[in-house]
């Protein structure tokens, strides 16, 4: 072997050698963000995405993931300091800070549901539904069960609570209920929902167009990450980059297909009908950029406590300063 190729040889391993090292100081010096989340929830798809396509690492911190059994064990991990991060609705951090807690809301998103009948059920619209069962997800202080409770009141003159009988559930049996003939409408969280149009279910009316004829905007964000308000004043790169790697995400899943095809495995779709729902639905539930508007985010929660008072709200019976992230964080 002559020298020059022995010499070429070490300059590359040096090269190499130096490439790494310089990767591995610089993910040292990158805080970790533990991020608490349900652990088959579709924020799982966004935050694939950020560790995958290393957005993480572009803004500034490295995401660490830890997959919890429900939202009220991501939120215990969260109060005892053992997550950064945790995805939640801005109405629990109102309630949290309403009571002292000092917790910041980013948007993640809006996406919301309605109320779905089979394609072929004789139900028109909610007063067809008096004398019947309803399937309900996330229990009777469900943010789109009291929407929609709202508007058969003000449209209809009807109070679903007391003219209909609500059976609650897990999503998956909401789900099965409603395929299943169990029930003669359900409210399922979004993905599910999606998985209902797919198996040939239709929605009667969706959350969003209740929403608006009740005034609020639907695209006021009801879900986002929450972090401490500590880390907000201390560390405001960090919440930045988380901000900034779920936007860059975002960006991604909303035009790339291929991206979607890679998370395929993981979202739990039957068939293409329903991984073809579950993509339109992430997309459309992605916010705008920008800040929240505070004012018909007041108004949601106006109405929220006049529907689920302190039982759902606390001590929040009007929008507390501080819930949303300022722009730029």
């Known amino acids: ?30 805080p970790v963000l533990r991020a608490a989340v349900l652990q088959y929830g579709t924020v799982n798809w966004e935050l694939d995405t950020i560790e995958h396509y290393g957005l993480d690492a572009e803004h500034g911190f490295d995401l660490e993931v830890q997959g919890v059994a429900g939202s009220a064990a991501a939120q215990v991990a969260f109060q005892a300091g053992e997550a950064d991060v945790i995805v939640s609705d801005w109405l629990w951090v109102a309630r949290q800070r309403a009571a002292g807690a000092d917790y910041v809301f980013i948007p993640y998103s809006r996406a919301v549901g309605g109320i779905m009948v089979p394609a072929d059920s004789d139900v028109t619209t909610l007063p067809d539904l008096a004398g019947e069962k309803i399937g309900i997800a996330g229990g009777p202080l469900d943010k789109s069960w009291l929407i929609l409770r709202a508007y058969a009141a003000r449209n209809h003159d009807m109070d679903l609570l007391a003219e209909t009988e609500q059976v609650f559930g897990a999503p998956p049996l909401i ?25 040939g279910m239709r929605t009667l009316l969706s959350v969003e167009e209740a929403a ?23 560390d405001p790169d960090l919440v930045n980059g988380l901000a900034a790697a779920s936007r860059a995400a975002k960006d ?23 991984y073809d729902a579950l993509v339109a639905g992430f997309r459309a539930g992605i916010p705008a950029p920008g800040p929240v508007d505070e004012a018909a985010a007041a108004r949601m929660l106006d109405l929220m406590y006049e529907l689920g008072g302190a039982e759902l709200l606390g001590e929040a019976s009007s929008l507390p300063d501080g819930v949303f992230a300022p722009t730029g964080s």
């Open 1 to 30: 072997m002559s020298l020059f190729v022995r010499w070429a040889g070490a300059a590359v391993a040096l090269l190499v050698a130096t490439s790494v090292g310089a990767r591995e100081a610089d993910a040292q010096d990158r």
């Open 175 to 199: 789900f099965g209920a409603a395929r299943g003939g169990e029930v003669a409408a359900a409210i399922n969280f979004w993905h599910f929902g999606a998985k209902m149009e797919a198996a």
């Open 212 to 234: 608006t004829d009740l005034g609020l905007d639907p695209d006021t964000p009801l879900l986002g990450y929450v972090v401490e308000g500590d880390m907000l004043r201390d």
């Open 252 to 274: 991604l899943l909303a035009t790339d297909d291929a991206a979607w095809q890679r998370l395929r495995p993981r979202m739990n779709a039957a068939d293409d009908a329903e």
